[in-house]
């Protein structure tokens, strides 16, 4: 038998003053059964990040031709695909044939060596964007992580400052590729 995502909900007030957007997000996760808190919540801040109209969660790990979240043209054509983790150079040529925008969200404590390995070839690839988010930066926004919960998102000159009313965590994603 199967093991059934965790659900989680979450109240986002973002705040997003570098792209003048100011929303309350009302946003059900599903944590994949082999998928940490760790991962789940740099979807959570990807989502956040890129926040536009028509930008969904997918299907998730379980799903090889999707990726972790996306954004579809009224027309149904993807605008921007949005990787998480540290993807081979195969499946970010995939994307940028798909997409009018692909962007990675690194993290993990083998982040680093991943961009050392896979930095030319992913960087030759166009439309391209990658950031990298610090592990202990990861780790700390990851303790905020509840079942429900209600959380503040202020993201000002590519800073994000996370917080659930008793805690605040403060994240900087390193730009390693630019579009």
Same mark, same amino acid.
């Given at each position: 038998?199967?093991?059934?995502?965790?659900?989680?909900?979450?109240?986002?007030?973002?705040?997003?003053?570098? $792209?003048?957007? +100011?929303?309350?997000?009302?946003?059900?996760?599903?944590?994949?059964?082999?998928?940490?808190?760790? #991962?789940?919540?740099? #979807?959570?801040?990807? +989502?956040?990040?890129?926040?536009?109209?028509?930008?969904? +969660?997918?299907?998730?790990?379980?799903?090889?031709?999707?990726?972790?979240?996306? $954004?579809?043209?009224?027309?149904?054509?993807?605008?921007?695909?949005?990787?998480?983790? $540290?993807?081979?150079?195969?499946?970010?040529?995939? !994307?940028?044939?798909?997409?009018?925008?692909?962007?990675?969200? !690194? +993290?993990? #404590?083998? !982040?680093?060596?991943?961009?050392?390995?896979?930095?030319?070839?992913?960087?030759?690839?166009? #439309?391209?964007?990658?950031?990298?988010?610090?592990?202990?930066?990861?780790?700390?926004?990851? $303790?905020?992580?509840?079942?429900?919960?209600?959380?503040?998102?202020?993201?000002?000159?590519?800073?994000?400052?996370?917080?659930?009313?008793?805690?605040?965590?403060?994240?900087?994603?390193?730009?390693?590729?630019?579009?």
């Amino acid at each position: 038998m199967a093991l059934k995502p965790t659900i989680y909900k979450a109240q986002v007030n973002l705040a997003d003053s570098d $792209q003048n957007c +100011f929303e309350e997000l009302s946003l059900t996760i599903a944590k994949h059964p082999s998928e940490t808190i760790e #991962r789940m919540t740099v #979807r959570l801040l990807a +989502f956040c990040l890129n926040h536009a109209r028509g930008l969904e +969660f997918t299907r998730g790990l379980s799903t090889a031709d999707e990726p972790d979240i996306w $954004q579809h043209a009224d027309n149904g054509e993807v605008e921007h695909w949005i990787e998480l983790g $540290q993807p081979e150079e195969p499946r970010l040529r995939k !994307a940028c044939g798909k997409a009018k925008k692909v962007s990675v969200y !690194a +993290f993990g #404590r083998s !982040a680093d060596t991943w961009w050392k390995l896979n930095g030319d070839a992913i960087g030759a690839l166009p #439309r391209l964007q990658v950031w990298k988010f610090s592990w202990p930066e990861v780790e700390a926004a990851s $303790q905020l992580m509840n079942r429900t919960m209600k959380l503040g998102l202020s993201i000002v000159g590519g800073t994000l400052y996370l917080d659930d009313g008793s805690n605040s965590v403060t994240l900087e994603p390193a730009l390693l590729r630019g579009p």
